[in-house]
Every structure is written in structure tokens, then in C-alpha cells.
């Protein structure tokens, strides 16, 4: 079984362009999650989205970014614009939202590089 | 404010031997708490989880325990590897459902 895909899974930019990070879900999760990993902080949750719609965004961290999830299989998230400081590798995971108790699967990663 | 905290940042193991892996929390309405492992350049990997209504799970060569009234909760790997060598994660969840905190992670190495 595919489990979930992140693309790209590099990206170097420089400030002020727009960045998008693109996640597939593993299929039949409902629940899907971004993920920011930086020295400084670990691993914080940045947005959760259960069944298409976002449930908590109290983890953006300003308003250059944005995540939307317009159908059960893709998701994106979106800065713009970027900044150095917005440096990380992100994930995106999934898990069977409406199943208590069940673990998040998580992709590869994003690795972001904003010069 | 860190809610759930691996105050080892690395851990160093020799073979064969015992790996303890050890995670603190303070929100109090955690009340289900699960381990990742992840390798360099891939993404957390589920391990093990425990429910609170439990003080002991076991999978294999891994077990976690909790201990609810010290809001604390380690991992032992019986015998380590030195496939087991990776970063391991202690997360938490609790009436918000699929929120996930994690701790910063302790690097585990098992020597050969």
C-alpha cells in the first residue's frame, strides 16, 4: 500500500517567491496533518484537517501561510510570501480521523531551503 | 511552555543490551500516548502506543510503560539493535482527539 507522498522533496527558493508543498493521503484517511520539524522548536502541528475541512490552524504561524484541502486525496500548503526563517522540513500525515486512537502515518518530508 | 519533554537529547546502547527511552508530560488530559522512531531523511515512523487506562504495552522487543501519577512514560528496546539506531519521538494526544504533541526527540545509538 502507497503510504503518504510529499513532493517536492527538496525545494530551494529565494525570499519572496511563493512556495507549495504538495501531500497525497494514504487512501481512506480522513484525517490529514501539517507538520513543521525545525531545530529550534521539533515537531510542531501547524493545521489539521478532518474530512476536508480545517479543524485547527493555530499553528500557522503568520498569515504567509495558508493550507488548503480540496478533495479527500490532496492537500497543499502555501507560503507566500517565503522567508529565510521559514527554513524546515515539513510532513504531512494522515490517519483514520473518525477511528479513536489511531496513529498518524507520516511522509517523507519537504525539505525547504529559503535563501 | 513544553508539554511533553525527552530531556535526553542522545542515548548511547551497546548491543544486545537494554535501550530506555524515557518521555515526561504535564497536561493531564493526556491520555493516549504513542513513540515514532524516524531515520534520517524519512518520516516518523509508529512504533508502540499506550492507552491511559493501561500501564504496560508490549510489541515484540518493544514495550512502553506509563506511569500516570509521575506523568511519565519510557520505551525499552530488549535486545537493541543496530538497526534501532534513529531518533525516537514521544507524542501525546488528548480530549482533542487527533492533536499530536511531541517531545524533541532523543537520538538513540546502538553500538555493535
Known amino acids: 500500500d502507497a503510504g503518504v507522498i510529499q513532493s517536492p522533496r527538496h525545494e530551494v527558493t529565494e525570499m519572496g517567491q511563493e512556495v507549495t508543498l504538495r501531500c497525497k493521503p494514504i487512501?481512506?484517511?480522513?484525517?490529514l496533518f501539517w507538520y513543521r520539524q525545525t531545530m529550534m522548536r521539533g515537531l510542531e502541528l501547524l493545521i489539521y484537517?478532518?474530512?476536508?475541512?480545517?479543524?485547527?490552524d493555530s499553528g500557522m504561524p503568520e498569515d504567509r501561510f495558508s493550507a488548503k484541502m480540496p478533495n479527500a486525496s490532496f492537500s497543499t500548503l502555501k507560503i507566500q510570501p517565503s522567508e529565510p526563517r521559514d527554513s524546515a522540513v515539513y510532513f504531512c500525515?494522515?490517519?483514520?480521523?473518525?477511528?479513536?486512537?489511531?496513529?498518524?502515518?507520516f511522509g517523507d518530508g519537504t525539505r525547504l531551503s529559503i535563501l | 511552555d513544553q508539554q511533553v519533554k525527552q530531556n535526553s537529547p542522545s542515548l548511547s546502547v551497546q548491543e544486545g543490551r537494554i535501550s530506555i527511552l524515557n518521555c515526561d508530560y504535564t497536561?493531564?488530559?493526556?491520555?493516549?500516548f504513542l513513540w515514532y522512531k524516524k531515520y534520517p531523511a524519512e518520516g516518523p515512523t509508529f512504533l508502540i502506543s499506550?492507552?491511559?487506562?493501561?500501564d504496560k504495552n508490549e510489541d515484540g522487543r518493544f514495550t512502553v510503560f506509563l506511569n500516570k501519577s509521575a506523568k511519565h512514560l519510557s520505551l525499552h528496546i530488549v535486545p537493541s539493535q543496530p538497526g534501532d539506531s534513529a531518533v525516537y519521538f514521544c507524542?501525546?494526544?488528548?480530549?482533542?482527539?487527533?492533536?499530536?504533541?511531541f517531545g524533541g526527540g532523543t537520538r538513540l545509538m546502538v553500538k555493535p
Open positions: 500525515a494522515s490517519s483514520l480521523g473518525d477511528v479513536s486512537n489511531q496513529p498518524q502515518h
Open positions: 487512501s481512506g484517511h480522513n484525517s
Open positions: 507524542a501525546a494526544t488528548g480530549n482533542a482527539g487527533n492533536m499530536l504533541t
Open positions: 497536561n493531564s488530559m493526556f491520555d493516549y
Open positions: 484537517f478532518n474530512n476536508n475541512v480545517p479543524i485547527d
Open positions: 499506550i492507552s491511559s487506562i493501561k
